[in-house]
């Protein structure tokens, strides 16, 4: 391939094998992890709509554990703030990776994920404002619609666009990791309570000392542990969503593998942890979130309510062109072209997966209305009907690329010498493709 300046770059190459094996390691556990959710959320949504919605309700508000700390907290809450944080610290790890040995490592490789990201955030929170600007009461759900819910996301991909190339996989798993960390700066900053100065300094003592315990090697668990769930108190009693705490850890926690070291701290903690992330605190979070009662509820009066208008259509609409109008951008500012096999229609397909909206898209909703009000009913009701129909309009688009992403597989699994490394990462083809721009 030639070198210097006369080198084109190409968006969505083909990704290094080391990359592609990993990166199919993730996916499967968040697609079961997503067929998990789904489940919940189904279970909270029938129980909700029974003769017995009192009982679900009833159990989500039942209230558990210590008042120091303000810690006498609803099954509810515990799982808004408690297990969430462990999704939110395996968000951390993923992004820690990604900005210092993966993809977002160099200015030019994450220049078009991370663009694409605020893109797809930034578009779905103005038209939302611009839907509800003149009612007060429903501007603080402008967070609502800008998170992609990577677990719903995947598994979707994984029933229309089993072919997909890794690519666009690794870009839709990096965009969304980018949209957690920003969406939960959004909740530390816009959604967060009246603070208390005495609890932020001690929980970032704390981010000192497990810093200094990282840099110096420190491993036993008995040590991290007792030090986590106190930083996850201090950041709950300071008035700041305590889910915060999981991503600061995160972000806190080595990456880079020492002289001999198989695995660094965060590859181990990440391969231990998504696991539960995924398939216990993600999906009772879930149940705890989903139920909402439709019986009885006037689809127009749903429909003719500002919030429920802003959250349908800045997933639909904005997270779609929010993402797919900044990459096309990006691509030509770079003077790029799309990897082999690729057209503007995929791209325009991975925009409208990301406009599936679920589990921050819940939490948000929870932190901007009050529960039991009409405006918390109707987001919620936005939140599955947005998810759903961006959904389906994704599967319609790709599902029209099938055949071209078949080749395209075949093409990457031919395996002539049987190693279980496919030939064009060996035969002299540029195994990292070009890097995205």
């Known amino acids: 391939m030639p070198s210097g300046s006369s080198q084109l770059r190409v968006a969505f190459g083909r990704l290094p094998w080391s990359e592609r094996t990993r990166l199919s390691t993730v996916l499967k556990r968040e697609v079961v992890g997503g067929i998990l959710l789904l489940l919940a959320a189904t279970i909270a949504l029938i129980w909700a709509n029974t003769p017995w919605r009192n009982s679900y309700f009833d159990f989500g508000a039942i209230s558990v554990g210590p008042h120091w700390f303000d810690l006498h907290l609803s099954l509810a809450q515990w799982a808004a703030e408690g297990l969430l944080a462990i999704f939110f610290f395996v968000a951390g790890l993923e992004l820690k990776r990604e900005l210092v040995v993966g993809s977002l490592r ?92 005495k609890w932020l300094l001690a929980a970032l003592l704390l981010v000192v000392c497990y810093v200094g315990l990282q840099r110096l090697r420190v491993r036993r668990a008995v040590i991290y542990v007792p030090l986590a769930l106190a930083l996850w108190g201090c950041v709950h009693a300071s008035g700041v969503h305590a889910t915060v705490a999981g991503v600061v850890l995160g972000l806190a926690t080595r990456v880079v593998r020492d002289a001999g070291e198989e695995r660094s701290p965060a590859e181990r903690l990440e391969e231990r942890i998504r696991p539960i992330s995924a398939g216990i605190a993600v999906p009772i979070f879930a149940f705890f ?149």
Do not use: H
Request: a neutral charge; aromatic letters at 8%; glycine letters at 10%.
């Open 106 to 197: 160099k200015p030019s490789d994450a220049l078009l994920p991370v663009a694409a990201a605020v893109g797809g955030m930034v578009l779905p929170a103005l038209l939302y404002l611009s839907l509800t600007w003149s009612y007060s009461s429903a501007r603080n759900g402008w967070g609502i619609p800008i998170a992609t819910d990577i677990a719903f996301a995947l598994a979707v991909l994984a029933l229309v666009g089993r072919g997909l190339p890794p690519a666009l996989r690794a870009f839709l798993l990096t965009l969304a990791v980018v949209d957690d960390l920003v969406a939960i700066v959004i909740i530390a900053i816009f959604y967060s309570k009246t603070l208390e100065p």
């Open 289 to 437: 979130a989903a139920g909402v009662t439709v019986v009885g509820i006037s689809i127009s009066a749903v429909i003719a309510d500002p919030v429920s208008r802003g959250i349908g259509l800045g997933l639909v609409v904005g997270k779609c062109l929010g993402i797919f109008l900044t990459t096309y951008v990006v691509v030509r500012f770079t003077r790029a072209k799309l990897g082999e096999g690729l057209n503007w229609l995929d791209i325009f397909g991975v925009s409208l997966i990301a406009g599936i909206g679920f589990t921050v898209a819940l939490l948000i909703a929870q932190l901007s209305f009050a529960l039991g009000t009409a405006q918390a009913t109707d987001a919620k009701i936005a939140i599955f009907a947005g998810s759903l129909c961006a959904a389906l309009l994704a599967a319609t688009v790709l599902g029209r690329r099938a055949r071209a992403y078949r080749v395209l597989a075949l093409t990457e699994d031919i395996d002539r010498n049987g190693d279980g490394i496919g030939d064009v990462y060996q035969d002299g083809v540029d195994s990292a493709g070009v890097q995205d721009a």
